[in-house]
């Protein structure tokens, strides 16, 4: 069964940094595309980035672009998102997620909430 | 941006048919997928590419599209069907994933 583990969440300030983290494990990770997704608390779900399988290729939601950063470790089967500048509307549960046919979710990690606020 | 949009909720009796529907531009050209979320958990992929099941999926979950719309059918919806149901597709150049607003299903 596919293994996401998120870690990084917590509370930051706005204008502040944060750096989260995921741990994936039972599937071979570099095979694949990977994304994050957030959900906003009492909110829908939105996607905010995705990762090419060797990271020659990375995509973001144009409310992020410019602040926050994807990145991926294969060698440690690892998936990044370094927030920078952060909001009160970047409060979320952020959920690292792994994409099918380079396109679709179909699995999920159970999610870190960061919240931004003073 | 590209949107997808869908109703904010739908309400049907136990052993009715629930239909969510999911409109976009894009559709016709873009696969559509549907993911189920129970609350406090992350959400489960029901339908992907159109109309197909994950194994694992109650036959009672099926998927269609017509031209710019794309809707998920519960054949006979069951009180833990309830929860949150989202569409999802890419934008129309394929470098952006977009998700619909969500649809609230009540089963009572």
């Not at chain 1, 996401?4 to 039972?26: D, H, I, T, Y």
């Not at chain 1, 009160?88 to 990690?109: F, L, M, N, P, Q």
């Not at chain 2, 609350?39 to 339908?47: E, F, T």
């Amino acid at each position: 069964e596919v293994q996401l583990v998120e870690s990084g969440g917590g509370s930051v300030q706005p204008g502040g940094s944060r750096r989260l983290s995921c741990a994936a494990s039972e599937f071979i990770f570099s095979n694949y595309w990977m994304s994050w997704v957030r959900q906003a608390p009492g909110k829908g779900l939105e996607w905010v980035a995705n990762i090419k399988e060797d990271g020659s290729e990375t995509n973001y939601v144009d409310s992020v672009k410019g602040r926050f950063t994807i990145s991926r470790d294969n060698a440690k089967n690892s998936l990044y998102l370094q927030m920078y500048s952060l909001r009160a509307e970047d409060t979320a549960v952020y959920y690292c997620a792994r994409v099918k046919k380079a396109v679709h979710i179909d699995s999920w990690g159970q999610g870190t909430l960061v919240t931004v606020s003073s | 941006s590209y949107e997808l949009t869908q109703p904010p909720s739908v309400s049907v009796s136990p052993g009715q048919t629930a239909k969510i529907t999911c409109s976009g531009d894009a559709l016709p050209q873009k696969y559509a997928y549907w993911y189920q979320q129970k609350s406090g958990q992350a959400p489960v992929l029901v339908i992907f590419e159109d109309y197909k099941r994950p194994s694992g999926i109650p036959e009672r979950f099926s998927g269609s599209t017509s031209g710019t719309m794309a809707t998920f059918t519960i054949s006979g919806a069951q009180v833990e069907d309830e929860g949150d149901y989202y569409c999802y597709s890419t934008n129309p150049t394929g470098t952006q994933g977009v998700f619909g607003g969500g649809t609230k299903l009540t089963v009572l």
